[in-house]
């Protein structure tokens, strides 16, 4: 805002006196333009203060050139000012968006994750290190967790194996320090290898990395030919002796009964399947498929395969979606549920040449040793 005081000139000594004073005033504080006409004085700061003596169409132009400085200057300034705001702001989102990228990408890379309660800390169960990064259930890659493992004890010691999913064939992996029976095995969600010891009646906890083994507890019960994975971070179990499906407590290995499972049970398997939201079972005495009910423990027939299984092992496979199995001739087979058709995948070529197979665990999580052995 521009602000005029006009004061009109005299003859009087003490009115020009005035007009001197007001006009030295205003130019000690002016920095803009002085002039003087027809007697009188204009003066403009550069604040757009000015103190005008005297009159004539000369200080209507120098009030106007005032005006209009003072306005140009504002104008700028606040367009100087817009400016530096909007380029301030923009700077400050692009940092705080690249920070951020950067630091959940961090975080992702690292394995870190976070629980239900607020907590953080990594995924690493038992010496092995799982890292969900890419498939959810299986980790990233292509060919990440494209097998399974099995124990294969006929041999002394006990050796584990990576069996690969694409012809079957076997990679020995590591020993254990015992010559142990183990007829069944399965990964946990947690990442955790469990197998039951038919020999110490133990649940177990090994590295697949090393077979470095740990010892959970006793499983209280004296035939346990299947268990496996369930919809949480438990375990289910096959019981044979009086032929129920039984609940395994993976901080003790005790095992808690759910229910009947309605039929004799011969050798067979066990295995979780997220599709079918329950369990699949096969068994070896009437070489059929069935589900069980995860719940009440009932056995129901799904389909009659075609082959003969001895020995059994069975897996439903978290990433293919498939369900695996094996018998006496150490072949790595798929098994359709919708006629139970077993196609053969081919040998698992074991060094054992005589050895069977019963047992097959497929990760959830990925199991980086495993997926770098060839």
């Known amino acids: 805002m521009v602000s005029l005081v006009l004061i009109a000139a005299g003859c009087s000594g003490d009115d020009s006196a005035t007009a001197s004073e007001g ?19 204009v003066t403009a700061t550069s604040s757009a203060t000015m103190t005008m003596s005297g ?3 000369e200080s209507d132009s120098s009030a106007s050139d005032a ?9 700028s300034d606040a367009t100087s000012d817009a400016t530096s705001d909007a380029t301030t702001d923009a700077t400050s989102d692009a940092t705080s968006d690249a920070t ?12 870190v994750m976070t629980a239900t309660d607020g907590t953080t800390g990594d995924m690493t169960t038992m010496g092995v290190t799982s890292d969900t990064g890419g498939d ?19 041999s002394s010691p006990t050796k584990l194996y990576k069996i690969h999913l694409s012809d079957g064939h076997a990679t020995h992996l590591c020993d254990l320090d015992t010559s142990d029976n183990y007829n069944t095995s399965t990964f946990g969600r947690n990442g955790n ?24 507890g006793p499983t209280n019960v004296s035939a346990l030919p299947g268990i496996t994975a369930d919809q949480a971070l438990g375990l289910y179990g096959l019981e044979t002796t009086i032929d129920q499906l039984v609940d395994i407590d993976t901080l003790n290995g005790n095992a808690t009964p759910i229910g009947p499972l309605g039929i004799n049970w011969g050798t067979g398997g066990l295995t979780w ?36 299984f001895g020995s059994v092992g069975i897996e439903w496979h978290p990433k293919t979606k498939e369900i695996y199995a094996c018998s006496n001739s150490s072949e790595l087979f798929s098994v359709s549920e919708k006629d139970g058709h077993v196609t053969t995948i081919g040998p698992m070529n074991l060094d054992n040449q005589a050895a069977h197979c019963d047992n097959l665990a497929a990760p959830w999580t990925e199991i980086q040793c495993v997926d770098d052995a060839n």
Request: net charge negative.
């Open 23 to 41: 006009g030295s005033d205003a130019s000690s504080t002016a920095d803009s333009e002085s002039s003087s006409e027809s007697g009188g004085t």
């Open 55 to 57: 009159s004539g169409s």
């Open 67 to 75: 005006t209009s400085d003072a306005t140009s200057d504002a104008t």
């Open 100 to 111: 951020s990228d950067a630091t959940t990408d961090a975080t992702s890379d690292t394995g």
């Open 136 to 154: 959810t259930t299986t980790g990233g890659g292509d060919e990440s967790g494209m097998w399974l493992l099995s124990f294969e004890d006929t």
């Open 193 to 216: 290898l469990y197998a039951a010891n038919a020999n110490t009646l133990n649940l177990e906890v090994i590295n697949p990395c090393t077979c470095e083994r740990t010892i959970v």
């Open 273 to 308: 399947s997220d599709e079918l939201e329950d369990t699949y079972a096969i068994n070896g005495t009437d070489d059929t498929l069935y589900t069980i009910n995860h719940v009440t423990g009932k056995a129901t027939v799904l389909v009659k395969t075609d082959y003969n």
